[in-house]
């Protein structure tokens, strides 16, 4: 979708559709919104006729559509619930919940009013940003299988008026910035919404390599052979039962500042996780295809990081492997020995995540020495059950960039929540056999259990934060409906707003 600044008023535009946002109206208080003047006069005052009917109400995601006399085209009123609430969130769900009121109703262009967004507390950068972010996620579909759509909005403008016409230098900036990054999330959606008999390790590092030339990035891609020389006995394993070898993919961004802090960015892609010997139940296996977010995460990250030009160097890492049975599949009760030498004992096959990340998260720290790492993973069930389906769960090592995260998330909207990490639960991860097992035997803090297995592999000294995703990473027919209109069906892209943030915001501090 594109996404356009304008000095003008939007009602004076040719939009479609303009669209203005209304607080939800007090009770007993039947006063007409001072706000709201300018729209009622453009409906030649069919507005305040249905204000005064109680029609509108201003509840938050309410739709009122007004047709304008003399065919001037439409108004929607979007319901911004109680002001006392308001907030860039708000703004940003309220623009998505828009763009999706009027797909397949023959809108093509819609404008928003600004001024209608801003409030005490909201500015209009972070109104405009907002509203960037809810139109172009909201308006998202997969429609790579699809032989039908049924038309959604095309081009979205932000209009500034009189009000804020002043600003037009500094909301262009933020606009085009965050378009940058929204455009960069719908490019992920996509690859992490392929099928798994389409996004294969060596698919996805195909999609690494020409990341890689468009931009100018260093790709390396360690094939079976290369990881077995490497002694990466974990990605190795996880992937032995499938007819497609697993893939270490590394890609390095040189970074904006000339002396700034090297993060890595590691993520989890197993392409397909039947669950291995350990097999999964077959209801909503189809869902696993959606095991490789963090990775493909990690591949939007680095495309922001790029075209954002954010002060830090940023290594990214994909640990790619398809998890499935077979004669050649590795097995409960083996062991198996990872990059830096560690030997892990295997008690679930089912607990792969943690095994290809041991191996990727050993090699980024060892080759690479970053000041910081940061793990995106869909690990656990226990991350669900804990915090939903719209939260992630961060664990970290250090408070400096754990609050750096949750300063982001802030921003963001991508909601995570910081859960501790104590003697017992690494207690719980030792082996008798090995240095560490993959699964414990008893099922408490499964969350809490895999953030301790992979402390094991980057070390004490390392800045580290974790980041299980496996609510938030992707939605389903049910938990959709209790979403922000802006995560649509299938794969969301989390972890990469809320990390290129993060990077931006790390050459500010």
Not at 255 to 267: E, H, I, L
């Amino acid at each position: 979708m594109k996404v356009l600044v304008d000095r003008r008023d939007g009602l004076s535009a040719a939009a479609d559709v303009v669209v203005s946002g209304a607080y939800e109206r007090p009770e007993k208080d039947d006063s007409f919104p001072r706000t709201l003047d300018k729209e009622d006069e453009a409906s030649k005052g069919l507005l305040r006729a249905a204000w005064g009917r109680r029609e509108i109400r201003g509840k938050f995601g309410e739709l009122t559509t007004i047709h304008r006399p003399e065919g001037r085209g439409r108004m929607l009123l979007v319901g911004l619930g109680p002001r006392a609430k308001f907030g860039p969130e708000i703004v940003r769900r309220a623009a998505a919940v828009a763009v999706r009121g009027v797909k397949g109703r023959g809108a093509r262009t819609l404008a928003f009013r600004l001024s209608s967004f801003v409030a005490e507390g909201v500015t209009s950068d972070t109104a405009a940003r907002a509203l960037t972010d809810g139109a172009t996620l909201g308006g998202y579909e997969f429609l790579k299988y699809k032989t039908r759509s049924e038309g959604t909005v095309e081009e979205t403008t932000i209009h500034l008026g009189e009000e804020h016409g002043r600003e037009e230098a500094a909301i262009k900036k933020a606009v085009g910035e965050q378009t940058e990054i929204d455009d960069t999330v719908v490019w992920t959606r996509d690859i992490a919404n392929l099928p798994a008999d389409t996004a294969t390790p060596e698919r996805l590092a195909e999609e690494a390599r020409a990341l890689g030339k468009e931009l100018g990035l260093k790709v390396t891609v360690f094939d079976e052979t290369k990881l077995a020389e490497m002694h990466c006995g974990g990605i190795l394993a996880v992937g032995s039962g499938s007819a497609h070898p697993p893939r270490l993919i590394i890609l390095e961004y040189a970074g904006g500042a000339k002396r700034g802090k090297t993060v890595a960015v590691v993520g989890k892609g197993i392409t397909f996780d039947s669950g291995g010997i350990s097999i999964k139940p077959a209801p909503a296996m189809a869902n696993m295809k959606f095991d490789k977010s963090g990775a493909v995460a990690v591949l939007g990250i680095l495309r922001a990081a790029a075209t954002l030009k954010v002060p830090p160097r940023v290594i990214g890492v994909m640990a790619c492997a398809e998890n499935l049975p077979g004669g050649s599949a590795y097995r409960p009760g083996d062991i198996v020995r990872t990059y830096n030498g560690k030997a892990i004992e295997v008690l679930n096959t089912d607990a792969e995540g943690r095994v290809v990340l041991s191996d990727a998260l050993g090699y980024v720290v060892g080759q690479y020495k970053p000041d910081e790492v940061i793990d995106l993973a869909t690990l656990t069930g226990a991350e669900v059950v804990a915090l939903g389906d719209d939260t992630a769960g961060l664990v970290s090592t250090d408070d400096k960039l754990a609050q750096g995260l949750l300063q982001a998330s802030a921003v963001t909207g991508e909601p995570l929540w910081r859960m501790p990490l104590t003697d017992y639960h690494r207690e719980l991860v030792k082996s008798e056999t090995a240095d560490v097992r993959n699964s414990t035997e008893i099922p408490v803090a499964g969350m809490l259990t895999a953030a301790a297995f992979l402390e094991t592999f980057v070390g004490p000294t390392t800045p580290w934060a974790h980041l299980d995703i496996a609510g938030p990473a992707y939605t389903t027919l049910t938990t959709k409906k209790y979403q922000p209109a802006y995560q649509n069906y299938g794969a969301t892209a989390f972890g990469v707003r809320l990390i290129t943030r993060y990077l931006m915001d790390s050459g500010r501090s």
